[in-house]
């Protein structure tokens, strides 16, 4: 499976597993059955309240970790961090986000200073953040002079997000797609069905090695053996630009399927 190197240098596999909405009681099955498959790397957050479960089934692994800091602790990220280091039962994370910029609260900054120093201590060996448009992004940057290495937005052939990726590919960060699978909703798409046919492949396996072809860091979930050995396979299959082309044209004005980052 491919990898991408993070702007401070570190490598990051681009495809891992989605746990959101997976409970705390079978996350650690999920987890050690998508790490035995061939996950590497797996994405949780202290609002999933799954990160016991998480570090349970990743015992044992090297898989690359990420979690996530939720919207009321971003005066308090040093703490948050240490719960959800105790509850995955581990020292440091890969991969420590800010989950939403919740601009309102107007905090993300001070909250990414508290990251900054966190990166310094090593409990979170990179960092980044999660649905900030450009603007949060200019002034994080700005404020410390650390780009983030990762955001993790919604992406998907719905919502392609094609300007904020461009921002980000020129800045140096990696943009990683949640709901890369549209929920779920993309896979009946014609166009997707279509392009699944002429491979012999599923529709999902499409999607995933679509977002793959574009460099992006991609996290479907999959809650059953049978999706988690299909997701993790979908690295192998090479989309033609004939594919590409009629995929690019399912992205929508309105694809958006989760909240707007600025109401968050
Ligand atoms: P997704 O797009 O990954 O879709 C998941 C759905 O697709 C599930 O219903 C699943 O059963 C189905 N599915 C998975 N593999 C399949 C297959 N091979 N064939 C058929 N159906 C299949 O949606 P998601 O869970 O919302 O997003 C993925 C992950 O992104 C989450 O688990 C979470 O880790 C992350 N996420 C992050 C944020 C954020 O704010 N940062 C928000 C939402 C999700």
Redesign the pocket.
């Known amino acids: 499976m491919t990898d991408i190197t993070l702007n401070d240098g570190r490598i990051m596999p681009a495809l891992?597993?989605?746990?959101?909405?997976?409970p705390d009681s079978q996350a650690a099955m999920v987890v050690r059955a998508g790490v035995d498959t061939g996950f590497r790397l797996v994405?949780?957050?202290a609002f999933?309240h799954n990160e016991r479960g998480v570090g349970e089934g990743l015992r044992g692994s090297d898989a690359f970790v990420t979690t996530?800091l939720w919207n009321d602790r971003h005066e308090d990220a040093e703490v948050a961090l240490d719960e959800s280091l105790a509850l995955l039962g581990r020292d440091s994370v890969d991969l420590y986000?800010i989950?939403?910029p919740s601009p309102t609260q107007g905090k993300f900054v001070s909250a990414w200073k508290t990251l900054v120093k966190l990166r310094e201590s090593g409990k979170a060996k990179s960092i980044g953040v999660?649905?900030f448009l450009a603007r949060h992004l200019e002034r994080v940057i700005d404020a410390t002079g650390v780009v983030p290495a990762v955001n993790?937005?919604?992406l998907?052939p719905r919502f392609q997000q094609v300007e904020l990726r461009s921002w980000m590919e020129e800045s140096g960060i990696v943009a990683q797609?949640?709901?890369?699978?549209?929920?779920?909703d993309?896979?009946s798409d014609s166009a997707i069905v279509a392009i699944a046919r002429k491979h012999g492949r599923?529709?999902?396996?499409v999607v995933?090695a679509w977002h793959l072809a574009l460099g992006l860091s991609v996290?479907?979930?999959?809650?059953?053996p049978?999706?988690?050995a299909?997701?993790a396979a979908?690295a192998a299959l090479v989309l033609d630009e004939e594919d590409m082309a009629a995929i690019a044209a399912l992205d929508s004005e309105d694809g958006r399927?989760?909240?707007d980052p600025m109401s968050m």
């Open positions: 891992g597993m989605g746990t959101y909405k997976v994405d949780t957050a999933y996530k986000l989950h939403w999660s649905n993790q937005i919604e998907h797609s949640w709901s890369p699978l549209g929920q779920g993309i896979l599923s529709p999902a396996q995933i996290i479907p979930k999959a809650g059953s049978d999706h988690l299909e997701n979908a399927i989760g909240p």
